[in-house]
């Protein structure tokens, strides 16, 4: 008898097969992308320092050994691994990097005192991250892992989980978000 089955890697699922007498599985690599989009068309994220500063911010290694238990990889592309035209390093250089982050957001026009926020024309940078509610719970956690990364460079993020229903059809297409995390299932054939 055979099961297929599409499993987040937040579930326990795979440590309690493993420990399961007589049953024989595998987790091979999917063609589910999970992934950070950055709205480039609202600002403060269509100014590429911003959005820079961001990537330098965030540890994504962090975010998969905490929330996802090191299950999967961390990609450095969007295509999955197993794509033959998959680019392995493009995301690589975005590695915490604080000195990077005040640098980037200094040539763009903010200034920092203290720990607090960065700011500009007396704003503080401020983004918002929308996800679908329910959906994944590892979204929250991952969302709130951020929010913390990114609060301690000076960055502000509001969590804000929206039914799918409205997401997918009213703030992701209508670019109401800054931050959007989901999931793009890839296809055999790059675009």
Do not use: C
Request: aromatic share 6%.
């Amino acid at each position: 008898e055979a099961d297929v089955a599409l499993i987040t890697a937040d579930t326990n699922l795979t440590q309690e097969l493993s420990q399961t007498p007589d049953v024989k599985f595998a987790a091979p690599p999917g063609a589910l992308v999970e992934m950070l989009a950055m709205n480039t068309d609202r600002a403060p994220l269509d100014d590429v320092r911003v959005r820079q500063a961001v990537a330098y911010a965030i540890d994504r290694k962090m975010i998969a050994k905490v929330v996802l238990k090191d299950q999967v990889p961390v990609l450095q592309s969007s295509m999955v691994p197993t794509q033959p035209v998959n680019d392995s390093t493009a995301f690589a250089r975005y590695a915490p990097d604080p000195a990077r982050v005040a640098k980037l957001l200094t040539a763009a026009g903010y200034s920092r005192s203290g720990k607090g926020l960065w700011q500009r024309d007396g704003k503080p940078l401020m983004l918002e991250y929308v996800a679908a509610a329910g959906s994944y719970p590892f979204r929250t956690r991952v969302g709130q892992l951020m929010q913390q990364q990114l609060a301690e460079q000076g960055i502000g993020m509001q969590i804000q989980l929206i039914p799918p229903e409205v997401l997918y059809s009213e703030v992701a297409p209508k670019g109401h978000y800054h931050l959007g995390e989901w999931s793009e299932l890839t296809g055999n054939e790059p675009a």
